[in-house]
Nanobody
């Protein structure tokens, strides 16, 4: 059963921008802190941004000032606006609750930043 669906990834040059979206069921978004995670080849999956139901946000140091997480609870959607992208941002990006719930992991969306 699909719970969360990520979209919006692609290939972009360094310095460019992308906006990721994650749509899911109301039952997931209604009471949960949501997060965006990423996994680069050969590396562990890491949390890059999180947002509470009330809109409070936290970011990994590596993306602070460049990425912005937001959510639309009415649409059961969480977004990740990524600006000033760097080659080291290349990864598969996933959304999930924070802490993550294994059954919610989706296919993710690939982000590739060329130098």
């Amino acid at each position: 059963q699909v719970q969360l669906v990520e979209s919006g990834g692609g290939l972009v040059q360094a310095g460019g921008s992308l906006r990721l979206s994650c749509a899911g069921s109301r039952s997931i978004f209604r009471i949960n802190v949501m997060g965006w995670y990423r996994q680069a080849p050969g590396k562990q999956r890491e949390l890059v941004a999180r947002i509470t139901g009330g809109g409070s946000t936290n970011y990994a140091d590596s993306v602070k000032g460049r990425f912005t997480i937001s959510r639309d609870n009415a649409k059961n959607t969480v977004y990740l606006q990524m600006n000033t992208l760097k080659p080291e941002d290349t990864a598969v990006y996933y959304c999930n609750t924070d802490p993550p719930y294994t059954p919610y992991w989706g296919q993710g969306t690939q982000v590739t930043v060329s130098s």
